[in-house]
């Protein structure tokens, strides 16, 4: 497969850390150093299908192509107001295409998973033109009480159409449970016949365990994928990081030996974006002319579960 096309959306409304100092214990300082964050977009009175099928249509104009040109949708998404229909669908119906849509909920990683399904889809001939979704909000899921929570996040969708290509592509997709360390419960509605314990609050992370784990989890499939294609790690034009925390994208680069201008960064400024985030860097680097023709890219993300996934993919665009 190749990219053939890149879009995303967020949201109007922009949170500096100075607005936390109005209700938290916490400054800008305190925020930036911990994670790298100065402010991040949040939902206020957009709805998350309307900035994913906005950067669904990005995506498939920089293509050149038109909605009755995608033969399949796949949307990587934790959460949102609707748990049917799948947010793949209301996609599917805001932007007027006529295929199959479908959703993946791989937390942080989905990007990743939801772009190697469309690559196998697209090498079993049963589609030519995949568009490829990521839309969140964890900005939901967290309690805005929690100061070591509700700074770390920010909201918006990104996306990319892929096609048949003969470009390099290298993927590797791993899972390791470990719920007690990062999750989100929601109770369900209530029936005569329950009678288990049913919790439910806000996500839920253990902030030291979460980045040693993605930390060793991300360097062990960089090194695996370099290792697979060939490839030295300064071969690697960009290393297209899961933007979770600038300190964990420091500490990647640093076990990698490479400086930090391998390592595009916009987590300042849009917080963690879950899975979207990936796909939200992918579009700047396009859009500013940063990616050439022959470039390779290596897109690396974890996610609560635990997931990881990582992947090569050589620009052709």
């Not at 490829?132 to 309690?143: K, N, S």
């Not at 989100?184 to 253990?206: A, F, Q």
């Not at 640093?254 to 879950?274: A, E, I, R």
Request: aromatic share 6%; glycine share 6%; net charge negative.
């Amino acid at each position: 497969m190749r990219i053939v096309g890149t879009g995303r959306a967020h949201p109007a409304k922009i949170v500096p850390n100075s607005e936390f100092e109005k209700f938290l214990d916490t400054n800008d300082e305190w925020i930036r150093e911990r994670t790298g964050i100065t402010e991040r977009r949040v939902i206020s009175s957009e709805q998350l299908e309307e900035l994913a099928a906005e950067a669904s249509v990005k995506a498939i104009e920089d293509a050149g192509l038109t909605a009755k040109d995608i033969d399949y949708i796949i949307c990587s998404n934790v959460v949102n107001e609707y748990i049917t229909p799948s947010l793949s669908c209301l996609i599917q119906g805001a932007i007027g295409a006529s295929c199959a849509a479908v959703d993946v909920n791989a937390a942080c990683s989905g990007f990743i998973y939801a772009l190697d399904m469309a690559d196998d889809r697209i090498k079993s001939g049963k589609a030519k033109n995949v568009l490829v979704v990521a839309a969140e909000e964890p900005t939901r899921m967290v309690d805005w009480s929690d100061r070591s929570m509700c700074v770390l996040f920010g909201d918006g969708a990104g996306a990319v159409v892929v096609a048949e290509g003969d470009g390099e592509y290298h993927s590797r997709l791993t899972t390791t449970c470990k719920v007690d360390c990062l999750h989100y419960v929601r109770r369900l509605e209530p029936t005569p016949h329950i009678t288990k314990d049913e919790p439910s609050g806000p996500m839920y992370m253990n902030g030291k365990e979460v980045f040693k784990t993605a930390v060793l989890s991300s360097s062990r499939d960089i090194k695996q994928l370099l290792d697979e294609s060939g490839l030295k790690p300064s071969d690697i034009k960009y290393y297209v990081l899961h933007q979770a925390n600038l300190r964990i994208v420091e500490a990647i680069a640093n076990w990698l030996k490479l400086d930090m201008s391998h390592f595009p960064c916009n987590v300042n400024y849009c917080g963690n974006t879950s899975s979207a985030s990936v796909p939200l860097l992918l579009d700047e680097l396009a859009r500013s002319g940063k990616l050439k023709r022959g470039d390779k890219i290596l897109m690396s993300a974890f996610g609560a579960g635990f997931t990881t996934g990582a992947c090569i993919v050589e620009w052709v665009k």
